[in-house]
């Protein structure tokens, strides 16, 4: 494992890096240490919906999050070493372009077989995991209005804009470094969606109707569904072209 420090432009805090290698010795995703802390979770600014309610207290440990989207590049790696299928990229281009096509059953056998290979311990985020992560009391982590190409999503000013998805990195890092936590595609977590919070998004579990958590906003969602408080839920056997996912290590 490799850790490395740097510190980005305008931040007040230092940033850990952590990059887990493989058993060949190449490199895995790069990972951002987030943490611990408190925060008051759910749709604090009164501009969402009614499943962002109630906004409620929550508590975080310390854990290392993918400063990107999982890309297909990263995808392919499992995919070509296990035989399984690789997902359509619908023509747009594999490589640095986050994964998509992907359903909550393949990403949970993505996160096995990277613990496997590097012998860490990889899981999807819980949803208070992702939020927290977002790192914002605002709607977006630059503010609460969008702002020309701050963001790939159906009004957001980017050259992507409700056509397509974009690299990841494309746009500037939220506060604890990482990238497209508004826009580009919705993320799965591993908690079980509730119409409202009762606990779920705190944990990992299956939704006895088989719906899982999907946050962060895609490139065609409206400015509105892409707010950090905004939450969503996807079948978690279905594929979705604006839904892909990162990952979290503890």
Not at 154 to 168: F, I, L, Q, R, Y
Not at 213 to 239: C, D, E, H, M
């Amino acid at each position: 494992m490799k850790v490395t420090q740097s510190v980005l432009i305008g931040l007040e805090q230092q940033e850990w890096v952590v990059i887990n290698d493989f058993r060949d010795g190449s490199d895995g995703p790069e990972m951002v240490i987030i943490p611990a802390g408190d925060f008051m979770m759910g749709d604090i600014q009164g501009a969402g919906y009614n499943n962002e309610q109630p906004v409620h207290e929550v508590s975080v440990g310390s854990f290392a999050m993918s400063r990107y989207e999982i890309t297909f590049a990263e995808y392919d790696r499992f995919a070509q070493a296990t035989g399984y299928p690789k997902p359509d990229d619908l023509g747009w281009g594999r490589g640095e372009r986050p994964v998509i096509n992907v359903s909550w059953n393949e990403a949970r056998l993505y996160a096995e077989w990277l613990s496997q290979q590097t012998q860490q311990d990889y899981r999807l985020p819980t949803e208070a995991e992702w939020e927290y992560a977002a790192g914002t009391s605002t709607n977006y982590p630059w503010g609460n209005d969008i702002e020309s190409n701050q963001a790939n999503c159906d009004g957001c000013g980017s050259e992507w804009d409700n056509t397509k998805t974009a690299p990841v990195g494309s746009f500037a890092p939220n506060a604890f470094g990482l990238y497209d936590m508004a826009g580009n595609v919705r993320e799965w977590t591993c908690s079980a969606y509730q119409s409202q919070y009762e606990g779920a998004e705190q944990g990992c579990q299956l939704d006895d109707n088989r719906r899982q958590v999907i946050r962060g906003g895609s490139w065609y969602n409206t400015p509105k569904q892409v707010r950090a408080a905004n939450r969503s839920w996807g079948l978690l056997n279905f594929r979705y072209n604006g839904v892909g996912f990162r990952l979290i290590r503890r």
